[in-house]
């Protein structure tokens, strides 16, 4: 999470849903990251001097921006933190069909769990069960 946070700043500031969403839209989907995972690293950072929110913003939520130090450690630092999106690309070009019909299914799933009745959540049950075990025998061959 720090290397991802920090090669985003160095492109420019951003506040922390804007960090999610980079991170979503850099890595197509692949790393979907959540606030939980990202204020907390966005303070420890702020703490060790590496970034700050920013004077005089407008707009909803604390925008950061790198300290000379953060500018510091991501020029020193610019191998290793480009690397954080290798696995990403990498998985996205051998699994990224596999990967958003796994999205699309999820999305329907909710929709299912939300909207449907008692029965449709039964038969949706079911056939996830029987899919997850087909899976299985398909990786056992």
């Known amino acids: 999470m720090r290397q991802a946070i920090l090669s985003l700043l160095a492109e420019g500031d951003a506040n922390g849903y804007g960090l999610i969403k980079a991170i979503e839209e850099r890595t197509g989907g692949v790393w979907r990251t959540s606030p939980g995972s990202v204020y907390p690293t966005l303070a420890q950072l702020t703490d060790e001097g590496l970034i700050a929110p920013v004077e005089g913003q407008t707009g909803s ?3 950061y921006a790198l300290t000379e130090a953060g500018g510091t450690y991501v020029t020193e630092n610019a191998e290793e933190l480009a690397k954080v999106w290798a696995p990403a690309s990498e998985t996205w070009a051998e699994v990224g069909d596999m990967m958003l019909a796994g999205r699309k299914l ?17 038969t949706a049950t079911a056939k996830m069960d029987d ?5 299985y025998r398909m990786l056992g061959e």
């Open 61 to 63: 939520g604390t925008t």
């Open 106 to 122: 999820v999305d329907v799933l909710r929709q299912v769990a939300t909207n449907g009745t008692d029965e449709q959540r039964a």
């Open 131 to 135: 899919l997850r075990r087909e899976l």
